[in-house]
């Protein structure tokens, strides 16, 4: 019989099944001349020097590159056969061409509205219309502005429309909405089409503003006034709060509130704050020279002023600045404020793997490791402007960061996204496991054998796994302690998971890792609700310190010589290390 306690903690975690943790392993180490990472590049180089031979890619110019959180580990540059005779660009694309990044400027924005928080002078938690006075009182309009955070904003969850709106025109005596991006009134500007082969009614022009998509050759770019003109007609598509929708409108009025409480133009900040800091020198929210650009056939959005859109899509950037933005990401998204892990989902998307952040798109996904169903977390931020597709991508679990910045052909673009992302992620994999087994893999035992106490650790694509765990001269993994760790059922393993914690912090000594138990998945059927999991690992204590955590010392993340298991007051030293290595291939992926 469970003694009462474990009862309890049984009751409380027996619901569901918990599968394969989807934090495995601390930070690899990613050198650039690791030989699973050339592989990897030499594969992924391949695969796109194919598929950009394609005759439909001729005029199609891009740039990626790939990077930890220390340094830039590849990049792979490709210029147009076909160029713009019209707008002679730069001779060559490289690290340090331009193009335009569209939405991911929205990253800037939130950056941005986060140091502000940091010092003081915005709350995310704030309505708009405290920064925005004419947000305020009563208007043609019904978004109710006193709801609506800037934090609602930087999410996607203001609920208020996409682009900006007014109240005309006529059509047929009916009042409709006009769309001041993407208009299809205004396609002809874009494509060969006209709204009457789509089947829109004729319909008068009277009543749009007369700036950006809806003036000739896109001048003058849309204001501040426009800006207020049109939110303030507007009604909301969802209540603030109640579900995401993608809005361009939301980070223009961010951008408005920088202004305001910086007493900055929104580009003069953004060049102070976040361009100059992180040495950023080819970005800039100023039209830059043809020749230091990558400029595509036409129709394209080069040398348009945005305006009023700046924050929401204005920036010109390179893949090496870029490469310096995730770096800075990756070092520093869970410290800039602590109102928010800024790489945390806020609400879901549609679907079961896509979530918003601020302003991230998230994608959750089991598929991409070979062996593992284990989950990998994806913090995107993609934009698209006529001519133009970009994203950039980091993976925190494997300090990898991800540019794709592209001027041409969009069908490319994804073909490149899912040669780089998988290969690289995989090739990452392999690089921890190599790093699990040399670091901490092995049989630790006590240095005083009327102890009786060892574990056994093994490395492969589970992550780090309890084999054996004695204490006492008693079997751990046969009692039913097993089961306030989180074991359910027959099918499981025991893992340790990295808390990226030390004992020492300072000193950076003493690295924390958690025992937890995991279901091993089965080809049986299994019951629906069998996929609900909640984290509880720090449940179970003995005498005040935590039974399942461990610490590794003496080691500072090379080889580790002695295992702490906390909860049992036992010290284990390393007699015995796992050379066991997992076969490690690398294949060219194929688009």
């Known amino acids: 019989m469970l003694p009462l306690i474990l009862c309890f903690l049984y009751v ?38 194919l598929a950009v031979d394609g005759p439909e890619f001729a005029a ?51 950056l941005g509205v986060l140091y502000q928080h940091a010092a003081g002078n915005m709350s ?43 109240p005309k025109p006529r059509i047929h005596g009916c009042f409709t909405f006009a769309v001041a991006q993407a208009d299809i009134i205004n396609s002809d500007k874009l494509s060969p089409y ?56 939301a980070f223009e ?33 100023s039209t830059p020279p043809d020749s230091a650009g990558v400029i595509p056939l036409e129709p394209h959005y080069w040398g348009i002023d945005a305006g009023i859109q700046n924050p929401t899509g204005g920036i010109y950037s390179s893949a090496a600045d870029l490469s310096k933005l995730l770096r ?75 540019t794709i910045l592209l001027a041409g052909n969009f069908d490319l673009f994804e073909k490149i996204r899912e040669a780089v992302t998988v290969t690289v992620v995989r090739a990452a994999e392999q690089v921890v496991i190599k790093q699990l087994q040399k670091r901490y893999a ?20 589970r992550g780090l796994v309890v084999t054996e765990f004695i204490s006492n001269a008693t079997d751990v993994m046969a009692t039913d302690l097993l089961l306030a760790f989180g074991r359910k059922s027959e099918d499981f ?21 958690r025992i937890v138990v995991a279901a091993e998945r089965t080809e049986e059927e299994r019951d629906i609700w069998d996929d609900f999991c909640m984290t509880e690992v720090g449940a179970v204590r003995y005498a005040g310190l935590p039974a399942n955590e461990i610490a590794f010392w003496d080691g500072k993340g090379k080889e580790f010589k002695k295992l702490e298991i906390v909860g049992f007051r036992a010290t284990l030293s390393r007699i015995k290390n796992n050379d066991a290595r997992p076969a490690l291939k690398q294949e060219i992926f194929e688009l």
């Open 493 to 513: 393993y025991v893992q340790l998971v990295p808390t990226l914690l030390y004992r020492n912090e300072t000193a950076q000594s003493g690295e924390l890792w």
């Open 60 to 110: 199609t110019s891009f740039s990626v590159e790939v990077t930890s959180s220390k340094e830039s580990l590849w990049s792979y540059h490709h210029t147009a056969r076909e160029r713009n005779a019209s707008r002679p660009d730069i001779p060559t694309v490289n690290s340090d061409a331009l193009y335009r990044i569209a939405s991911i400027s929205k990253i800037f924005t939130v």
């Open 253 to 285: 009025l961010l951008g408005v509130a920088i202004e305001k409480v910086t007493n900055q133009t929104y580009e003069s900040y953004i060049n102070d704050a976040i361009f100059k800091p992180l040495n950023m020198t080819k970005s800039t929210l």
């Open 124 to 166: 995310l938690d704030d309505p708009i219309d405290k920064y925005i006075a004419e947000l305020k009182g009563e208007q043609e309009g019904s978004i109710p502005w006193k709801d609506i955070t800037l934090r609602s904003l930087a999410s996607q969850l203001s609920g208020i429309p996409r682009d900006c709106v007014l």
């Open 328 to 402: 800075y990401i990756l070092t520093h998204y869970n410290s800039i404020t602590h109102a928010a892990n800024w790489v945390h989902p806020v609400s879901p998307s549609n679907g079961l793997h896509s979530f918003y952040g601020m302003p991230w798109e998230i994608f959750h996904t089991d598929r991409i490791l070979e062996k593992s169903q284990r989950t990998v977390k994806f913090i995107t931020k993609s934009g698209g402007l006529p001519g133009y597709t970009s994203i950039i991508i980091t993976v925190p679990e494997y300090d990898l960061g991800f």
């Open 442 to 461: 092995g049989t630790y035992a006590s240095p005083n054998p009327e102890l009786n106490s060892s574990m056994t650790l093994v490395a492969d694509h």
């Open 194 to 249: 006209a709204p009457e082969q789509f089947g829109f009614p004729p319909v008068s022009r009277d009543g749009l503003i007369e700036c950006d998509e809806y003036a000739p050759n896109y001048k003058p770019s849309c204001g501040e006034a426009d800006l207020i003109k049109v939110v303030t007609s507007a009604a909301p598509v969802f209540a603030p709060n109640q579900k995401s929708t993608y809005s361009n409108i």
């Open 12 to 49: 409380a975690l027996v619901s569901a099944k918990c599968y394969e943790p989807s934090q495995a392993h601390p930070l690899p180490e990613l050198d650039p001349n690791d030989a699973v990472l050339t592989d990897a590049f030499a594969a992924v180089s391949a695969a796109l020097t």
